[in-house]
């Protein structure tokens, strides 16, 4: 019998009125394992499952994709929230596509995540996942932070600014798009480096292979930062302390149905299609 997993915060009433009809409607078909994303727990087993179904927005999306690190399950999302860039299906076109997905018709597509870790004087934390994008910015919103870029060993640049967002193509239509970063088709292997308001108009975005690895430190001794993962997960980064980011060994497995293009979605959700309304 098929097994699937099913990723939701069971807090918000909408998203678990949704799980509820579509395990009803399941019946018997397949095994369901149930993970609350307001509460996930740490030691989660997902092996055996044929597939994972995130029932929220795109944040719940990112969320079940860091707990999916590792984890060669492929993941479908339904979209309960508001953008729903990274969800593709609704609800209805979720009962229509199930015995698609899981007769594996729709082959999973590989999309690249990323890895942190912050090396400190003690040891090194993590590493933490994240699928859109790690960010570095100064611990209060306000101030300016000075830090230097280093890939592959050798120094890139310094920079003075609000920070810097390390994104994957699939985060590129993120954070990365609003401060200014290019455009990426989801399937390609690269990371891309966007400074987040610099001072100096010669910084720009920086497209990287994606084996780079790069490394972040901070110029400023009197100065604290942090970084965000997926916009979810902080954690503090010191003057002594080097953010080292890379790609992460393991890809996430995405299903897609083919039901909506990655330029059908650019076209719908963003606007992308604008141009000037030469009748006025």
């Known amino acids: 019998m098929k097994q699937?997993?099913?990723f939701a915060d069971q807090t918000r009433e909408k998203v678990a009125r949704a799980v509820a009809d579509f395990r009803k409607w399941l019946g018997g078909r397949c095994k369901v394992q149930s993970v609350d994303l307001s509460d996930p727990g740490e030691d989660i087993c997902y092996e055996g499952a044929d597939a994972a179904v995130v029932f929220g927005g795109d944040g719940s999306f990112l969320?079940?994709?860091?707990?999916?690190?590792?984890?060669?399950?492929?993941?479908v999302g339904v979209n309960l929230g508001k953008l729903g860039f990274l969800v593709e299906l609704a609800e209805d076109e979720l009962r229509e596509s199930l015995d698609?997905?899981?007769?594996?018709?729709?082959?999973?597509?590989?999309r690249l995540m990323l890895e942190a870790s912050i090396e400190r004087e003690r040891g090194t934390d993590g590493p933490f996942l994240a699928l859109n994008d790690v960010v570095l910015r100064h611990l209060l919103p306000t101030?300016?932070?000075?830090?230097?870029?280093?890939?592959?060993?050798?120094?890139a640049t310094n920079y003075s600014g609000d920070g810097l967002i390390v994104s994957t193509p699939v985060g590129s239509t993120a954070y990365a798009l609003s401060a200014g970063g290019p455009i990426l088709t989801p399937g390609l292997e690269c990371l891309v480096a966007t400074p987040i308001c610099p001072h100096a108009l010669a910084n720009r975005s920086l497209v990287l292979r994606a084996n780079s690895e790069l490394r972040l430190n901070l110029l400023d001794?009197?100065?604290?930062?942090?970084?965000?993962?997926?916009g979810r997960e902080t954690a503090k980064?010191?003057?002594?302390?080097?953010?080292?980011?890379k790609a992460a060994p393991h890809p996430l497995f995405l299903i897609e149905t083919g039901r909506r293009s990655f330029?059908?979605?650019?076209?719908?959700?963003?606007?992308w299609e604008g141009h000037p309304n030469y009748g006025a």
């Open 4 to 6: 699937i997993v099913i």
């Open 63 to 75: 969320t079940a994709a860091r707990l999916l690190g590792g984890c060669e399950i492929p993941v």
């Open 100 to 110: 698609d997905i899981l007769s594996g018709k729709h082959k999973p597509v590989k």
């Open 143 to 155: 101030r300016m932070l000075t830090f230097s870029l280093s890939v592959d060993g050798e120094k």
């Open 221 to 230: 001794p009197h100065q604290t930062a942090q970084i965000t993962l997926d």
């Open 237 to 245: 980064v010191g003057p002594e302390d080097t953010v080292v980011v």
């Open 263 to 271: 330029f059908q979605t650019l076209r719908e959700k963003m606007h």
